[in-house]
């Protein structure tokens, strides 16, 4: 039985937990906000985890892609066969015509194209090396550059630039507005082409774009453009400051030299810059000028500077790239095998003009008439430059008696026999050759002429020739290289046919020693001249001839040699130390780097062209290589 009062008591209780069922709306918002404020705590270092392993996970990527890529690059670069010059652009300038001062040149170190040796078809090379060929001979080339993933569309994130390699034929081409390098792929319906970096969501961006357009003014852009906001043209090419092929910098290297200091080589071949053969002489070159065209070192900072040396007093000689020049030196140099070439090789005709005159016996030109060649009397001769079947500009002409008819044009000068002591036929007495010449009247009698004790059949041409390449102190001393002069007997008869002769060079020096199919070369004063001689009793004649019974029409003697000026003359023993700044393609500097694929924008300064947002720091990972081309030119 409950107790009075009880119920009442037990229904405030119940009551009051009625009263404390719920929470109020304050309690409520409380505990959310210090849950946000919990969960906040608890996953905002989670999801910076999950970012930075994301972020860890692309760097892996790109460093991965960017060492396959390189390791690749490598490989193909370092047992190339030949590479290519710089590819690049050459347009023409203001005036309009190609090849002329204001031509522009464009290089673009961001693409390499070269030349793989040839391989079995299990990939071992070939011996000897050859250069890759297909079926028909002709050359494959290979090409590395960054090229859009579609060349087709225009680039964005599903469409990057990539690291790509092609296979095709290389050819130089050129109009009247530019000259440039034209690769085609190997086959058009499946043609050779490997991406060798990530196909997405990285990239290689452009980091100039250039126009190809002759009558654009304005042609090179930051960033990249799909049409020229100069001239609204579409032939865009593109460089790219993350890929680049840099050919190895060798600075004041000293050239060794070589074949009596003509031949200077360098420790690299395969020199990058102005591209020469050989063909060009530094004399040749000219600076930029409205008058002359742009063929000149220095022109592009991978040009070879040639310095010439005076180590009596280190001074500078000569150096290219000032276009000073105090040596007077004749340099060519092949840039592809590295190797400059000091002097120059030069020969004169030796041309007779009266090459059926005979040796007589009768009295010296009887009344006035030349009856041929009298003893001590000699064949007449012309000296030039050009080929006796070529009219010449120049010529030293010498008479019968010997002497030079007009000034002196030639380094060569005859020496002849001695003519013997002189006579009069009519006195009977005789005359000193060193005061008078055949054919002078006679000092005793008046009456009588001067004629040669010599017999007939003495030589009538010179026995000898001095090469004297100062022209008598004209032009600066030379020095003419031992072992360079060469002797050609030349001659034809009335019908045309040749007879030539190459005589060669004997060590004897002794005259009536010498061969009769010889000669030798005796050098003085430092080489700075020489004696070609000949036997002094059978020289190189129009005997050799009409001796045989043969009518002759032309005769003569080649003599050439080769000359270089590259030394002090004030002290001729000391020759000049030649160095050089060049860039090698035998050393080839590799870089490559990847980012991760940002939107680009506007140039504020052009919005024709897209940038990477100033302020913007993609994630990116940068390689650099070198490596040494081992069959480059081999």
Known sequence: MMARGAAPK????????????????????????????????????????LDMVSAGQSKVTMQTAARNALKEMRREISNAMYIYPVPGLVLKGADALLGTFDDTRIPDPSKIVFVGPARTATGELIEPLAPRSDATGSIIATRLRASLLDEAQVYGRNNPFVLVREEGYYERMEDATAVWWEFTNVSTANPVRNVLSPRGGYDIPATRSICTDPSC???????????????GGTDIIYAHDNLQFLPERVSGETLQASANETLFQARHGAWSGFYNRGSFELNDLKPASAANPLMVLGASELDPRIVLLNPTNWSVVRDSWQNTDASN?????????????????????????????????????????????DPGEYYTIDIQNERPDQVATTRDQYDEDGTLTSARGWDIVPIYPSLGVLLCPACGTTADPTQYSVGDPCPSCGVGTLVSSAQPGDPAMPIAYRLDPTMAGAFQAAKIVPGSVRVVVWGTDAAGRMYQTAYSE???????????????????????????????????SPRMLTDAGITVANFGV?????YRRNYDPSAPDTDYVIRADYS???????????????????????????????????????????????????
């Not at 937990?17 to 996953?43: C, K, P, S, Y």
């Not at 030798?520 to 000949?534: C, H, I, K, M, P």
């Not at 080649?558 to 080769?562: A, N, P, S, V």
């Open 10 to 49: 037990l229904g405030r209780i119940m009551r009051g937990q009625r009263d404390r069922a719920g929470f109020t709306l304050v309690e409520m918002l409380v505990v959310l906000a210090i849950l946000v404020i919990l969960f906040a705590m608890l996953f905002a270092p989670m999801i910076a985890s």
């Open 217 to 231: 003014t304005d042609r090179v852009y930051e960033g990249y453009a799909t049409v020229c906001p100069t001239c």
């Open 329 to 373: 030196t004749i340099l060519t140099w092949d840039s592809n095998r590295g190797v400059l070439q000091v002097g120059a090789t030069t020969g004169r005709w030796i041309r007779v003009t009266n090459p059926n005159d005979l040796n007589t016996t009768g009295a010296y030109d009887p009344g006035g008439v030349d009856d041929g060649l």
């Open 506 to 540: 004997t060590t004897n020096t002794v005259q009536a020693e010498i061969g009769a199919e010889q000669f030798a070369v005796v050098l003085s004063n430092f080489g700075q001249r020489a004696e070609v001689r000949f036997n002094e009793l059978n020289p190189p």
């Open 558 to 562: 080649y003599i050439q040699y080769y």
């Open 584 to 634: 090698t393609q035998e050393i080839m500097n590799l870089r490559l780097a990847l980012q991760r694929y940002i939107e680009l924008e506007a140039d504020p300064g052009n919005p024709g062209a897209l940038i990477i947002p100033p302020d913007a720091s993609p994630d990116r990972v940068s390689l650099e290589d070198q490596v040494q081309v081992r069959n480059l030119n081999r």
